[in-house]
Structures are given as C-alpha cells and as structure tokens.
C-alpha cells in the first residue's frame, strides 16, 4: 500500500481550512435556564461545506461557484460572485473577470482576490456562506515606482493556514528579482511585510500546479518560476529546469529538496505522481495513466499502469489523498479508480447535478476537488 497523505488534493497550493461556525441567535437580552437534560435548540449553526468537487460558472455574465458531493455529483451549495465581479470590473477599467484564473481562493474558500488596475482585489464569504463580498484593495502606495518603472502587486496566493494573503511586487522593467509581501487577513490594509524574494516575475502556485493537466490555462508550456508558501508559512521558489524527458513531462523544481510541481500531471501519494507516459501529457485526452516517481532533472523511476482508457479516454484528472484513489473525467460521466486495485475504474455520475440550474451545464468549468473540513 502506498503512503498516503490525508488531504485531498486538488491543485496543491490549496490546504483547505475549517469555516468558522456560525452561532444562532436568539436576539433576546436574557434566556431562560435549559432544563437539565433538555437538548439545546439554540445550537450552533455551522456554515455551508464548501468542498468536494467544485465548478465555476458564467451563466449569462453572472458569476458563481458550486460545490458538489463527489460520491454522486449532488448539489451542495452556490457561491456567489458577482458582486465582487463587478466591483473588480469597476476597479480594472471595465474589464470583467470570467475566467476561474482570474481568481484565487483561500484553504476553506473564506476569502477570494484578483488583480486590477487599482491593485489586489480581496473577497470576502458573506456571514452565510452564499457569496462574496469585495473587501480591501492592496497597492503599493500612491506614485510608487523603481527607477520610473511602475510597480504594480501581482501573482496573490494565500497561506495554508488562510491567516495570510502573499504576492508579488513586480516591477515594469524587470529587475532580476521581486520582493514577495505578505499581509494578515485580519489587518490586510497594513504594511506588507517582505518574507522574501523570487525572479521575476513568479506566479503563484495556483498558477502553476497540475493547471495544464486540468485545461485551466491557456499557457502553451510550464511558466519559467513559481512561489509556495509551505505549511510553516515560509517561501519556496520552484524554476522550470527546461529537462526533456520522453513522457513529454513539463514541471517547476525546487532545487534545494528537488520536490516537484507539476504542470501537465498531478500529485498523487507522498512523492509519486499521476499522468500519462506515452508522451501525451500535453494533449487533451489520455488513452492511460500511470502512477510514477519523478526527479527534478526528469528522470522517470517506479512507474506501474494505473488505469487503460482506450475505447472512453480520460479528459481530466484528480487525487483523493483521503481515500487513495483517483477521479477521472471522460465524455460519458465521472469515475473512481483505486490507486492499489487492478478493477475497472467505478462510475461515481454521469454529471454533476445542478438542481434547477440544468440549463448551466455548458458554462461550467471544474476548480478541482477539496477536502471536508473539521
């Protein structure tokens, strides 16, 4: 049996966190002593769960997440984002955010933000849980520049533990490196603090992880560095080592622990990883996939079939570190596939349920699969 890591992963930079409860009120000064014995009626409400297997929607220029139960494709929740949508337009000279890309989630989906022209954008989950609401808006101080080249907050990504929201302060003319900031949620509009620095410019890692394997970008090839914050809260800087290898592989490296991040495969158990080895890794559709180790100057070691998909080829793909097991999507439906099982993949659902949203179904476009929070 593989080790496992128990988190389900979806592109890694996201360590989901738990959602604070929100406590019911009875808005009454004074309540009457609960009978010994007797079950409170007053109990905390927990908001909604946002996890599972989650899709982002323009449906006629409005904006939204949904949030499904992975076992079967129910319905869970919508979020709402329109009208932190439009603020971001107001703030970027008309330009509307309708790409997933165009926003970056907190762990738990408790904040949101995208770049503007004004600077970074935050979100916040209404009391709730059903839409966010714009927030701060983070830029360098007014007339802010380096040697008369603008300076501008760019590539936001927020910390594991959802305390922090880091970026980039990238400059127009291209210093070798840009400092990369950090501000506390609870206090956004403070001084950034600098923790660090990479090339510039860095993208997040949300930018970066598994985003080809799962058709989010419109990038042709593997960005040249990327940042990531780690579970202490500290600053890792991968670059794109440019190995060929004959899987057709694209991935970041960081040099230092020679830890991976991948562009056009994902993560699977701790140090393996899910893909294509037929040199197909930049296609659209797999015909297999394969479980394999993988060292940052390319090399391909300790691979074993996972799955054939010949006559039903795989679209995308996920790791359910939770339970083991991959989640597969092919034109006819979502399937589970044990990592150490030699069964055919299991339909989990043809297509996630969107309630009295059906006529939705073409807009969707998958943000990946998240784990519950306790």
């Known amino acids: 049996m593989r080790d496992t890591r128990h988190l389900l992963r979806a592109p890694a930079y996201l360590a989901l ?40 929607h323009d449906a006629d220029h409005e904006l939204f997440l949904t949030f499904h139960d992975p076992e079967d494709g129910s319905l869970d ?34 904040h949101t933000v995208t770049p503007t022209q004004q600077g970074l954008l935050l979100g916040v989950l209404d009391d709730q849980g059903q839409a966010y609401e714009p927030g701060s808006t983070l830029a360098p101080e007014e007339g802010a520049s380096f040697n ?54 860095s993208f997040s890692a949300g930018q970066v992880e598994e985003e080809q394997a799962n058709q989010s970008t419109t990038r042709m090839s593997a960005p040249s560095s990327a940042y990531t914050i780690t579970e202490n809260n500290e600053l890792t800087v991968y670059s794109n080592t440019e190995e060929e290898n004959d899987a057709g592989l694209e991935f970041l490296a960081d040099s230092d622990s020679g830890d991976v991040m991948p562009w056009n495969f994902v993560r699977g158990s701790e140090g393996l990883y899910i893909g294509p080895l037929d040199g197909s890794a930049q296609e659209n559709q797999y015909t297999a996939l394969s479980v394999f180790a993988l060292d940052a100057d390319g090399t391909v070691s300790d691979e074993e079939l996972l799955v054939e998909a010949e006559g039903n080829p795989i679209l995308r793909h996920w790791y359910d570190s939770d339970s083991d097991r991959a989640l597969l999507k092919t034109d006819d439906g979502y399937y589970w596939q044990e990592m150490d099982s030699e069964a055919e993949p299991e339909l989990a659902f043809t297509a996630p349920d969107f309630g009295d949203d059906d006529d939705i179904t073409n807009d969707k476009r998958p943000v990946g699969l998240y784990s519950p929070q306790s």
């Not at 000064?29 to 927990?46: H, I, K, M, N, Y």
């Not at 080249?149 to 400059?171: A, H, K, M, N, V």
């Open 77 to 110: 929740t919508r979020v709402g984002l329109q009208n932190f949508s439009l603020q971001a337009a107001e703030d970027d000279g008309g330009y509307y955010p309708r790409k997933s890309g165009d926003f970056s989630f907190a762990p738990g989906f408790g």
């Open 17 to 56: 966190f738990a959602l604070g409860a929100t406590a019911a009120c009875s808005g009454e000064a004074e309540q009457a002593p609960q009978e010994q014995g007797q079950e409170s009626t007053e109990a905390d409400s927990p908001g909604p769960d946002l996890s599972g297997m989650v899709f982002f």
């Open 148 to 201: 008369d080249g603008e300076i501008t907050y760019e590539s936001p990504q927020f910390s594991p533990d959802g305390t922090q929201l880091w970026f980039e302060e990238r400059t127009e003319h291209g210093e070798e490196d840009s400092r990369i900031l950090a501000v506390d949620l609870d206090d956004p509009e403070a001084e950034p603090e600098e923790v660090g620095s990479a090339p510039n410019p």
